[in-house]
């Protein structure tokens, strides 16, 4: 199994640019979530969702969209670029019966300029 | 809303015990959880705690205590490869898992 996978591990943007961070698992996980990695600020909740065609937002989704076509996917999508997303960027998956033992992706570092 | 403390670093020795404290304000949720992250790597899932009291995993040990809003990890028999960020977390209701800042742990021999 793959576990969960994201790609790509490292981006540069240019301020205003957009792009989508993508996110897939492979153990029919109910639940996904996305989570921005700065330091000393441990991490934080962007989006999450609870299966296929439901999204919430989480602590700081400002200028993030999800969507959750599939029970694989769970792309994250930066709309207009701002420095202050530069950050290492976490997918996390999880079953119904263990929501509390995330599977995490091995991150995306993202700079923007 | 909720938060959850943790002390930014903690020192210890080979072979020592250590204890990371994590105390939270939070209106109500399921457990509390310990991630473990080594630098440039992923956080993994160490333990959970749905109830009071005590769970221990091999070397490591977390205890819960809803009454006081506090919960800690045990390390015992410390590795040079324990040195790593910790990270207590708990799921209010209605949402997904939130984390503490963490707590970087250097082991020395």
């Known amino acids: 199994n793959a576990g969960v996978t994201q790609t790509p591990k490292f981006q540069v943007l240019k301020t205003g640019q957009s792009m989508t961070l993508q996110c897939a698992q492979d153990?029919?996980?109910?639940?996904m979530s996305w989570y921005r990695q700065d330091p000393g600020m441990g991490l934080r909740l962007i989006h999450y969702?609870?299966?296929?065609?439901?999204?919430d937002q989480g602590e700081v989704p400002n200028g993030y969209n999800v969507s959750r076509s599939t029970t694989e996917d769970f792309p994250l999508r930066l709309l207009s670029a701002a420095p202050s997303q530069t950050s290492v960027y976490f997918c996390?998956?999880?079953?119904?019966?263990?929501?509390?033992?995330?599977?995490f992706g091995s991150g995306t570092q993202l700079s923007v300029l | 809303g909720q938060s959850l403390e943790q002390p930014s670093e903690v020192t210890a020795v080979e072979g020592a015990i250590v204890q990371i404290n994590c105390t939270y304000q939070?209106?109500?949720?399921?457990?509390l959880s310990w991630y473990q992250q080594h630098d440039g790597g992923a956080p993994t899932f160490l333990s959970y705690?749905?109830?009071?009291g005590l769970e221990e995993t091999g070397r490591f040990s977390s205890f819960l205590s809803r009454s006081d809003s506090y919960g800690y990890l045990l390390l015992q028999e410390l590795q040079m490869k324990d040195s790593a960020s910790y990270f207590c977390?708990?799921?209010?209701?209605?949402?997904?898992?939130?984390f503490g800042k963490g707590t970087t742990l250097s082991v020395s021999s």
């Open positions: 969702s609870v299966g296929a065609g439901i999204t």
């Open positions: 977390a708990v799921r209010p209701r209605g949402t997904a898992l939130i």
């Open positions: 153990m029919n996980h109910e639940y």
């Open positions: 996390a998956s999880s079953s119904g019966e263990g929501r509390e033992k995330l599977f």
């Open positions: 705690n749905a109830l009071d």
């Open positions: 939070t209106s109500g949720f399921y457990g």
